[in-house]
T-cell receptor, first 112, second 114 residues
Framework: DAKTTQPTSMDCAEGRAANLPCNHSTISGNEYVYWYRQIHSQGPQYIIHGLKNNETNEMASLIITEDRKSSTLILPHATLRDTAVYYCIVRVEGTGGFKTIFGAGTRLFVKA | NAGVTQTPKFQVLKTGQSMTLQCAQDMNHNSMYWYRQDPGMGLRLIYYSASEGTTDKGEVPNGYNVSRLNKREFSLRLESAAPSQTSVYFC?????????????FGAGSRLTVL
């Protein structure tokens, strides 16, 4: 099972910041938080990942709480093309090593 | 670089037929994965291969077999297709860097079983 919980859906106005929350209360000390998104039926696309510190790249920012039990993905100026399903992931340990398990994600609707 | 290439992109099978989905990556990644995605659902892990020569079950392995042919290629086989296996199949690969493990996905293979 996925180790994260996310809201099912969210709306955001075009041009405004989209803040997508994620809870991962059972995360272990050395595991990263990863964010991916999936537009329509395309393959998921990597966005960003982080361990303890806040991270920023050309796509988004990732804010991780000090206790690491939750995080927020921020799209600073959402566009219509950001409408997608966003997945927050913490890898799960299996017999063959760590594996990436996807939950249901958050469906973000960016509206004009 | 092509990244992760999946073939075929589309396939229609009859119940009971067999087929193999092919996946190849040119990024020299150690780990490879097969996921399925049913309409309106998230991705579910079928099998993964942490390194060449190893494979392990994911969340939904029943009805599938896999082969890690070499470092580049990871195939998924349906021995006797069932309508419940109608889905979009995604292959991915990853490489661990500084403790993180970022996946790169293929474009998907849409399979319909009648």
């Amino acid at each position: 099972d996925a180790k994260t919980t996310q809201p099912t859906s969210m709306d955001c106005a075009e041009g405004r910041a989209a803040n997508l929350p994620c809870n991962h209360s059972t995360i272990s000390g050395n595991e990263y938080v990863y964010w991916y998104r999936q537009i329509h039926s395309q393959g998921p696309q990597y966005i960003i990942h982080g361990l303890k510190n806040n991270e920023t790249n050309e796509m988004a920012s990732l804010i991780i709480t000090e206790d690491r039990k939750s995080s927020t993905l921020i799209l600073p100026h959402a566009t219509l093309r950001d409408t997608a399903v966003y997945y927050c992931i913490v890898r799960v340990e299996g017999t063959g090593g760590f594996k990436t398990i996807f939950g249901a994600g958050t469906r973000l609707f960016v509206k004009a | 670089n092509a990244g992760v290439t999946q073939t075929p992109k589309f396939q229609v099978l009859k119940t009971g037929q067999s087929m193999t989905l092919q996946c190849a990556q040119d990024m020299n990644h150690n780990s490879m994965y097969w996921y399925r995605q049913d309409p309106g659902m998230g991705l579910r892990l079928i099998y993964y291969s942490a390194s060449e020569g190893t494979t392990d079950k994911g969340e939904v392995p029943n009805g599938y077999n896999v082969s890690r042919l070499n470092k580049r290629e990871f195939s998924l086989r349906l021995e006797s297709a069932a309508p419940s296996q109608t889905s979009v199949y995604f292959c991915a690969s990853s490489e661990a860097k500084s403790g993180a493990n970022v996946l790169t996905f293929g474009a998907g293979s849409r399979l319909t079983v009648l």
